[in-house]
C-alpha cells in the first residue's frame, strides 16, 4: 500500500508495536481503544497518565507493558512518607577515599510505573518534573542522563478517595494524554475470571520488542508529514482554550506539541505518512483534557473538562 505521496508505510515497525498490543490484549480485555492511546504515547515518546479507581487493571497494564520490552522495568510505590531521593538517587558518602558516590534511583529505567502516584506529597511528585520533561537527574551540579527510551507510567486513583494528594498542574502537564481504563463489559470481564484459573497470564508474556525498535519507531514517528493547514486547526483549538471564561488559563504550547505528536504518532499506527483532522479529533479529548483548569465559578456549576474539549470541537472549524 502506497501513501499520497507515493512512500510505503514503516510496516516492519507497525508489525512490531502491534506485536505489544497483542500481548496487552491478552491481559486488559476489551479496551482496544484506551490501548491503542497508550501504544501511541509510547510511539510519540511521552508519559501516560492512568486514572480509574481501584481494580480495574492500571497496574496490570503498566506491567504488561514492561513485560512486552527487553529493558529495563522499575516500580515505584508512592505513599506520603516516600522522599524525592527515593525516586531519582542520592549522593553518598565514600569513606574510602572521601569522595561522594552517585547511586542511581529507580527512574533510571526504560519503563518506569509511578504506582498510585497522587498518594505521595506535592514535594515528591515535584521530583519527576525534570525527569518527565528532560529525561535526566540533576545533582551536585552534575547531569545524569536516563537511558532511552524512557517511558513513565503513572496511575492514581480518583482524588476525592482518601490518603490523595491533588497532582500540581505542572506535573499534570507533563503526561503526553490520561487515559481511564473504566470497568470491563459482562464478556470481557467473563473472560478476565477464566483466563486467571490457573494462573495470571502476565506470567506468559514475553518481550516482543526492543528498546532499539521503539526508538526507531519514534524516529519514524517524526517523519510523518504534518501539512500547515492541519498544524493551524491545533494552534486555533489551543487558543480557543485561552479565550474561554470557563478557564482559569489557558493551554500552553506543550498541549500544543503534544497533540501535534500524538496525530504524527496515530497517522503512523493506521499506515499513513501524513496527518488529518480526524487524527487531532480523535485525540483532542485524552491530550488536552486533563491539562485544563476549571475555574471557581464553572466547577461549581457541573462543567467539566472533558464538555469544554468537546464544545471546542464543534465550534472551532475543521480544515478541509
Not at 486514572?51 to 520490552?69: H, N, R
Not at 527515593?86 to 561522594?100: E, K, L, M, Q, V
Not at 480523535?282 to 486533563?290: E, F, N, R, S
Not at 471557581?296 to 462543567?303: L, M, P, Q
Amino acid at each position: 500500500m502506497q501513501t499520497q505521496n507515493g512512500t510505503r508505510p514503516h510496516t516492519a515497525s507497525r508489525d512490531a508495536l502491534r506485536a505489544v498490543e497483542t500481548n496487552l490484549s491478552s491481559i486488559i480485555k476489551g479496551k482496544s481503544a484506551d490501548l491503542e492511546l497508550i501504544l501511541i504515547a509510547l510511539a510519540s515518546g511521552g508519559h501516560i497518565l492512568l486514572e480509574d479507581a481501584p481494580g480495574t487493571g492500571k497496574t496490570t497494564l503498566a506491567k504488561a507493558i514492561a513485560a512486552s520490552m527487553d529493558g529495563i522495568f522499575r516500580r515505584v510505590q508512592f505513599t506520603p512518607d516516600l522522599l524525592p531521593a527515593d525516586i531519582t538517587g542520592s549522593s553518598f558518602y565514600n569513606p574510602a577515599d572521601g569522595s561522594f558516590e552517585f547511586r542511581p534511583g529507580p527512574v533510571f529505567s526504560n519503563v518506569l510505573l509511578a504506582d498510585e502516584i497522587n498518594r505521595t506529597s506535592p514535594r515528591t511528585q515535584s521530583a519527576l518534573l525534570e525527569v518527565m520533561g528532560e529525561n535526566q537527574v540533576s545533582t551536585d551540579g552534575r547531569r545524569h542522563a536516563l537511558p532511552a527510551p524512557f517511558f513513565v507510567v503513572a496511575t492514581q486513583n480518583p482524588s476525592d478517595y482518601a490518603g490523595t494528594y491533588p497532582l500540581p498542574e505542572a506535573q499534570i502537564d507533563r503526561f503526553l494524554l490520561r487515559v481511564s481504563l473504566g470497568y470491563p463489559d459482562a464478556a470481557s470481564e467473563l473472560d478476565i475470571l477464566y483466563s486467571q484459573n490457573q494462573h495470571h497470564p502476565l506470567e506468559d508474556l514475553r518481550a516482543v520488542v526492543s528498546t532499539g525498535d521503539i526508538l526507531a519507531i519514534q524516529s519514524e514517528v517524526k517523519n510523518v508529514r504534518f501539512d500547515r493547514a492541519v498544524g493551524e486547526y491545533v494552534v486555533r483549538l489551543i487558543h480557543a482554550t485561552r479565550d474561554d471564561t470557563r478557564l482559569r488559563i489557558g493551554l500552553s504550547p506543550r498541549g500544543s506539541l503534544a497533540l501535534y505528536r500524538t496525530s504524527q504518532a496515530r497517522a503512523w499506527w493506521h499506515g499513513r505518512d501524513f496527518v488529518l483532522p480526524e487524527d487531532v479529533r480523535a485525540l483532542a479529548l485524552p491530550v488536552l483534557a486533563h491539562r485544563l483548569v476549571l475555574d471557581t465559578k464553572a466547577r461549581y456549576s457541573g462543567a467539566a473538562a472533558d464538555d469544554v474539549v468537546n464544545e471546542l470541537l464543534q465550534s472551532v472549524a475543521v480544515p478541509r
